[in-house]
């Protein structure tokens, strides 16, 4: 069991620093080596994905080699694995989409003249609550507003504002103020600078980090079921009290695998969204 | 550099030239008792601030670091608000117009181009024209047009993105983003001073040329005397809080300085600094006597002697000046051959006076041709010529131009006071700052 999850690992992790390196593509001139390059950019990508499935592969296969108990089976379930994937997803993409539309406008007017004064102190609360624990964040929130599922992405929500709010602020901070310059030298409203310079230029940075608010969003959506939220959480509490490794183990598995695949897809996203001519 | 020089309209390159020459496109801007304050600190980056800024000239303003030149250049586009007085563009009070309107009829360059990156040069050169609501045609005819304008070929450069270009290239682009809409004026923040020096020298060259055809109002930041000296119909030095020292003609403040303060700026070389602001072609040179390849020595000779000249100038049959002989050479020749000369000490017309002594000093023969478009022989100068030349333009330079546009600090703006009052006020008020 624990090799298999290892060399899933290993799958992942290769595929994971693979993406690195070909961050910044040369501008090829020749067509042949112009395939090649966008080969080079996008294979990480595909070992990022292969890893995944090949790791989900070898828990299915796993799961239907193993000795199972009645319960274990019942647990497991295809149905009720599927309910429990569902809620964990829905979950965390209702809290990355409450997470966008709070942090990103929020991100924005903290670096505008008027609240400019606000970016750092923001930026070194951004810092240190993203060292808070999560556990402690959706518990404590629990006895405050009440358990369920609304608790739950409350809390999701606190924790996985933070990175987007500073991704947007650090993004946008990180604009040449020059090119802003030139922007209001040639009679652009403030307004058309943000849309038209500052938010393009920041949008690597800002993407990078609601690709990190959703990987901890999946993460941390597991520890809603301690607040009766749903998720994929049970299984692993389940496995924990029950003593039902095979639970435990698909559980933490199916979790991390979502992870992936999510930061997967916030890579391709990445990918695909970056301006030309970064 | 001299092909890079098409047009020859010799005469706008002179200062002194009249007051309306036609084809001016440029507006003239005036500062008006401009002031300017920053939160938090105790002296004014500019001070009571009054400057004319003719039409379709160069303005260029110098001073040290920190003196408020580029501070003064904002306040012309409202970039940076003036905390007391009036901007006036073209006889309209500009200083309380919508800033967005005002700036997208200014021209504005910065350093290095400021282009931004995740746009086509393209599109770069076309948002200030689609921000006035050019229709589409008309902006990419307008893209190729200031591409060729600044020798970029359109079909190579239209879309590219500016990583892809070089630095020289990225400031072209801006320069021509800054013209797309054909704004009366133009403003350059230190345009030139990213590029590496011979860059620099050719892009001062083009600017030169762009602005003999358009005729802009052109005010230009430099910390750099040479280029003010190069560039500039008028200098502006400025001291700290953007106190005039001395606003006048590159001539007269190589020639003339007002104060020590100016003179410690010019530095050393003055006068090697004065060569390099008259052309051989406004000197004027003298004729030659002129044979041609398979001419019989004897007859050149005997139309040298006419003409009581040392030299005769050979040229081949595009009269491009192959050889250069002297009288006794011609008497050791039966015909002349074809075979040009590598040594030649040739000028172009459009070279500086500075160049043409260099030339003459290195060849043995204390004189140089000079040659003109596609390399033409136009005729000889010499070293009295130059000689000449200084003089005459020393002696201009200490009389009173009465063109000279209104600079000054903190005094009464008379638009109709003579120049040489004052310049002496400026002068005085200077004065009495040093002394205090």
Redesign the interface.
């Known amino acids: 069991m624990s090799t298999r999850a290892l060399t899933a690992e290993a799958g992942i992790a290769g595929g994971d620093s693979a993406v690195e390196t070909p961050g910044d593509p040369a501008?090829p001139a020749v067509p042949a080596s112009q395939a090649r390059a966008v080969w080079q950019s996008w294979r990480g990508l595909v070992y990022q994905l292969a890893g995944i499935l090949l790791a989900f592969a070898a828990l299915v296969i796993w799961l239907l080699t193993t000795n199972l108990s009645a319960v274990e089976l019942t647990t497991l379930a295809p149905a009720a694995l599927w309910i429990y994937t569902v809620e964990h997803i829905q979950l965390t993409l209702l809290a990355a989409a409450i997470v966008l539309v709070i942090a990103i406008p929020l991100g924005i007017a903290l670096t505008r003249r008027p609240l400019r004064f606000l970016t750092a102190p923001v930026l070194a609360i951004a810092n240190v609550g993203q060292a808070a624990p999560a556990i402690g964040v959706v518990v404590l929130l629990a006895f405050w507003v009440g358990f369920g599922f609304w608790a739950a992405t409350l809390s999701l929500v606190l924790y996985a504002v933070l990175p987007v709010l500073r991704n947007t602020m650090v993004g946008l901070q990180q604009v040449d103020a020059?090119?802003i310059?030139?922007?209001?030298?040639?009679?652009?409203?403030s307004t058309?600078v943000l849309f038209?310079?500052e938010l393009?230029?920041a949008v690597p940075v800002m993407l990078s980090g609601v690709r990190t608010a959703l990987v901890l969003l999946v993460g941390t959506a597991a520890l809603a079921t301690f607040v009766n939220g749903g998720g994929l959480g049970i299984l692993i509490t389940t496995g924990v009290n029950l003593s039902l490794t095979p639970v435990l183990v698909t559980g933490a598995l199916l979790v991390a695998l979502l992870a992936l695949l999510i930061d997967w897809i916030g890579r391709v996203v990445e990918h695909v969204a970056r301006?030309?001519?970064? | 550099m001299s092909e890079l020089i098409t047009s020859n309209s010799g005469e706008s390159m002179s200062t002194e030239g009249s007051t309306t020459p036609t084809g001016i496109t440029g507006a003239n801007i005036l500062l008006d008792h401009v002031t300017k304050r920053f939160p938090g600190q105790a002296r004014p980056a500019v001070d009571g601030l009054t400057m004319e800024i003719p039409a379709g000239k160069i303005v260029m303003l110098v001073g040290p670091s920190g003196c408020g030149k580029t501070t003064t250049l904002k306040m012309i586009?409202r970039?940076i608000e003036p905390s007391e007085g009036r901007i006036v563009v073209d006889g309209d009070d500009v200083t309380n117009m919508n800033g967005?309107?005002?700036?997208?009829?200014?021209?504005?360059v910065?350093?290095?181009g400021?282009?931004?990156?995740?746009?086509?040069v393209a599109t770069n050169i076309g948002?200030?024209p689609k921000?006035l609501g050019w229709d589409k045609a008309r902006i990419t005819a307008r893209v190729d047009e200031l591409l060729e304008l600044v020798s970029l070929d359109p079909a190579l450069y239209r879309n590219r993105?500016?990583?892809?270009l070089s630095g020289g290239q990225q400031q072209r682009v801006g320069v021509a983003?800054?013209l797309a809409a054909d704004p009366p004026v133009l403003?350059m923040d230190e345009p030139f001073g990213a590029v590496d020096p011979i860059t620099r020298l050719r892009l001062q060259d083009e600017l030169l040329n762009i602005q003999e055809e358009l005729q802009k109002t052109i005010v230009c930041v430099t910390h750099d005397f040479d280029e003010a000296v190069k560039l500039g119909d008028w200098i502006a030095i400025f001291n700290e809080g953007a106190q005039l020292e001395q606003y006048d003609t590159p001539e007269r403040i190589l020639g003339d300085p007002a104060n020590e303060f100016v003179e410690n700026f010019i530095g050393s070389g003055a006068g090697l600094k004065q060569l390099t602001l008259t052309r051989v072609a406004e000197v004027g040179f003298s004729d030659a006597v002129v044979g041609s390849p398979g001419e019989r020595a004897a007859d050149v000779l005997a139309r040298l002697i006419d003409a009581g000249h040392g030299h005769a100038v050979i040229v081949d049959e595009r009269h491009r000046p192959i050889q250069w002989l002297s009288r006794r050479q011609l008497g050791r020749l039966e015909v002349i051959s074809n075979v040009p000369d590598p040594k030649l000490p040739v000028v172009g017309y459009r070279a500086t006076l500075n160049d043409a002594l260099d030339t003459m000093l290195v060849s043995s023969a204390g004189a140089a041709l000079v040659t003109g478009r596609r390399d033409m022989f136009k005729g000889v100068i010499d070293v009295q010529t130059v000689m000449d030349a200084i003089t005459r333009s020393q002696t201009a330079a200490v009389l009173e131009s009465d063109q000279a546009p209104v600079g000054l600090n903190t005094g009464v703006f008379h638009a109709q006071a003579p120049a040489a009052e004052l310049n002496e006020t400026a002068s005085d008020g200077a004065d009495a700052r040093a002394s205090q």
């Open positions: 501008a020059r090119l310059e030139a922007g209001r030298g040639m009679g652009m409203s058309a038209r310079v393009p230029l301006p030309k001519g970064l | 586009n970039l967005d309107t005002l700036r997208r009829g200014i021209g504005y910065i350093q290095a400021g282009l931004f990156p995740h746009m086509t948002l200030v921000m993105y500016p990583k892809e983003r800054a403003l």
